[in-house]
């Protein structure tokens, strides 16, 4: 399985564009990389998804380089509610196992 | 449709109590997980399953059983309930991991005292 890291933590003020980065350095050529959002208790919420380049949706932006062995997800003009943990998974493309690591927890302040 | 439904939302067990958690999902997912979250912490792979029948073990699966007897249901089993497994459950399906999403139910908060 994919071994991810990221930050433990991350402040940013309402308004701001905040980028958590994760590192997969031994990512494999079938591997996608997933991004999710958690609430205090609640389940995680699916992101975004992407296996190269750049990928964006309503609510994100996920920048993957040439190399693969990292991604940042981009969240434009952070508000209070964007405040969760989230969690960069690899997605192993021959496994079905799915495994979430430590997460970042972001905390936007006012 | 209501996606996954877990059951029960709580619960409070003694020691050496046995129980099942309730997962159930209308999507026709083939793919189905357990987890476990401790308190700050994120989230641990109990059990998986990948279609009615089929069922392996995650990173933790020590004092529990899981089963799949059809594609919508997938119960996990806590066989004599320690304080270690005082945790908050989630059950999730996906249609295809890979290229798709997790869906995720609401959690079941187990105490055992």
């Known amino acids: 399985l994919a071994k991810t890291t990221q930050p433990i933590s991350m402040d940013s003020y309402e308004g701001q564009e905040v980028n958590i980065t994760c590192s997969h350095n031994?990512?494999?050529?079938?591997?996608?990389i997933t991004w999710y959002q958690q609430f205090p208790s609640q389940g995680p919420r699916f992101i975004i998804q992407?296996?190269?380049t750049k990928v964006t949706n309503e609510v994100a932006s996920l920048f993957i380089p040439a190399d693969r062995k990292s991604s940042t997800l981009s969240l434009p003009r952070v508000s209070l509610s964007d405040t969760a943990v989230y969690y960069c998974l690899v997605v192993r493309g021959s496994a079905r196992q799915l495994t979430f690591g430590s997460g970042t927890q972001l905390t936007v302040l006012p | 449709n209501a996606g996954v439904t877990q059951t029960p939302k709580f619960r409070i067990l003694k020691i050496g109590q046995s129980m099942t958690l309730q997962c159930t999902q209308d999507?026709?997912?083939?793919?189905m997980y357990w987890y476990r979250q401790d308190p700050g912490m994120g989230l641990k792979l109990i059990y998986y399953?990948?279609?009615?029948?089929?069922?392996d073990k995650g990173e933790v699966p020590n004092g529990y059983n899981v089963s799949r007897s059809t594609t919508e249901d997938f119960p996990l089993r806590l066989e004599l309930a320690a304080p270690s497994q005082t945790s908050v459950y989630f059950c999730a399906s996906s249609y295809e991991p890979r290229g798709g999403e997790l869906f995720f139910g609401e959690g079941s908060r187990l105490t055992v005292l």
């Open positions: 999507m026709n997912h083939n793919y």
């Open positions: 992407g296996y190269k």
């Open positions: 031994n990512i494999a050529t079938n591997d996608y």
């Open positions: 399953s990948v279609g009615a029948g089929i069922t």
